[in-house]
């Protein structure tokens, strides 16, 4: 065979070659890449950090229990409240207490009553008898209603005085409950900002926690493929994992931006020549290889 021959055949191979491989990097409808929904977790009160268990790369559940900041002057105040509480009810009356000796002289006044009824039928005792037994009957019966008047006053002024009390222990069983560190969502830990012992006041940032089992690929459209998108549609998304080796994944878009924006520098488009672009959020499981600012592709038609 000819040199020219050879030549001839190594110049279609290589054209061969190029053009698969630039059918390969072309052959996506969308590019973005992943994000995921952060949520910096902060304190709630101000004290020492008395414990933080939590490292970068560590995975956290919902609620669970990471340290605390120090609450004992929250306690001691808490216990100095209920013990004026203790003080101030020890005052309140009791009721049945305070008219025993009253109502002790009402149910003899009723048996002389009756007696005096009794005898005043049988014509052994008078009328004047009768009204005496009567009148003292209802001169007690009154004085222990007055009492009982009196004294349900001061009940419910002892325990008026009480309620402000309980309401402050209420604030600060709020207070000690939020110097617990508890973690609010399931993720991975991606930065801790504190360490034990740092003295930390309302709003102080402690770490930055991100859901890593599903990701988010924020990709970009052209207005010409709009019409291929919508909402709950899945996609096909590839991205790479080496020299010419790439990954395959079946995400599902559940956000469209109804709003044009200029095409980000680092996200190439289908259409090159396209000034504006519109947003679309995929969801994608992660199987562990995908990385937060990793790029992705995606096939919008099969």
């Not at 709950?232 to 559940?254: M, N």
């Not at 931006?257 to 090159?272: G, W």
Request: proline share 3%.
């Amino acid at each position: 065979m000819s040199m020219k021959k050879v030549s001839i055949i190594m110049a279609i191979a290589g054209a061969a070659i190029f053009n698969s491989c630039s059918n390969t990097e072309n052959d996506f409808d969308a590019a973005g890449a992943f994000e995921s929904v952060e949520t910096i977790v902060s304190t709630e009160s101000s004290g020492t950090i008395m414990q933080f268990n939590v490292q970068e790369g560590q995975i956290l559940q919902p609620n669970q229990f990471i340290g605390y900041v120090d609450s004992m002057q929250l306690y001691y105040r808490k216990q100095q409240l209920e013990a004026q509480i203790a003080s101030t009810t020890s005052q309140i009356p009791n009721i049945p207490v305070q008219i025993a000796a009253l109502q002790s002289q009402l149910d003899d006044a009723r048996k002389n009553q009756d007696r005096m009824n009794s005898l005043f039928k049988q014509s052994a005792a008078t009328q004047q008898q009768v009204d005496a037994a009567n009148t003292q009957v209802d001169m007690l019966t009154k004085q222990i209603e007055a009492q009982k008047s009196t004294l349900g006053i001061s009940s419910t002024t002892i325990e008026k005085n009480v309620a402000p009390l309980q309401r402050q222990i209420d604030q600060l069983n709020d207070q000690i409950a939020k110097c617990r560190i508890i973690n609010p969502v399931h993720g991975t830990v991606l930065t801790k900002y504190t360490e034990d012992h740092e003295v930390v006041m309302p709003g102080k940032a402690l770490y930055k926690i991100a859901e890593t089992d599903t990701l988010i690929l924020r990709a970009y459209i052209t207005g010409s493929q709009l019409s291929l998108i919508k909402p709950g549609q899945k996609v096909k998304v590839r991205v790479d994992k080496g020299a010419k080796e790439y990954g395959s994944y079946t995400g599902i878009v559940y956000w469209i931006s109804d709003k044009s924006e200029f095409t980000p520098k680092t996200i190439p488009t289908k259409d090159e020549r396209a000034d504006l672009v519109y947003a679309v959020k995929i969801r994608v499981i992660n199987d562990g290889f995908l990385k937060i600012g990793m790029y992705g592709e995606v096939k919008l038609t099969n």
